[in-house]
């Protein structure tokens, strides 16, 4: 028995081909999305930890420190900010602001510095720190990071007593 003949069709119409090309499209344009997405996550992670790793290197270098030194703002600001701390070149617009205050006493004498680019700037100078036992070190560092240098930040907070680190 003869088959049939049957009609087959070469090729596609135009219709299919732009239709893949359209999903082609889609699917290069999501990739591209989430590639840039994935480079700003990466970024804002290196910037994140160049900052833990400033902020890391003060706290250190303050912990090496005797506490007659760490309680007298001009020692701090002629050798713990005189110069950018290691890591610091990741880091857009990088003010850092240290505050020293009394741990576990009445007292509210604070003491406190900031440095932005290379001036550093006594804003309260409290003497009375010398008496203390411990004391509060606050370090804060302020940076523009990643997505569209949006305003960030890193913080970090220890306890140096009269014997080195208290907590």
Do not use: C
């Amino acid at each position: 028995m003869p088959r049939p003949a049957k009609h087959f069709q070469d090729g596609s119409t135009l219709i299919e081909a732009m239709m893949a090309a359209g999903m082609a499209a889609i699917f290069l344009g999501s990739l591209f999305a989430v590639n840039t997405s994935s480079m700003e996550t990466i970024k804002m992670a290196r910037e994140s930890a160049a900052a833990s790793q400033v902020l890391q290197q003060r706290i250190d270098s303050m912990r090496i420190a005797n506490s007659h030194q760490i309680t007298y703002a001009s020692w701090i600001q002629a050798n713990l900010l005189n110069a950018d701390a290691a890591g610091s070149g990741e880091l857009k617009g990088i003010p850092e602001t240290l505050t020293l205050s009394p741990y576990g006493s009445a007292s509210t004498a604070n003491t406190q510095l900031t440095r932005n680019g290379g001036a550093v700037v006594i804003n309260l100078n409290t003497t009375g720190l010398l008496t203390e036992n411990a004391v509060k070190v606050v370090w804060t560092v302020n940076y523009l990071g990643a997505p569209n240098d949006r305003p960030t930040i890193r913080q970090t907070v220890a306890i140096l007593g009269k014997g080195g680190v208290a907590k």
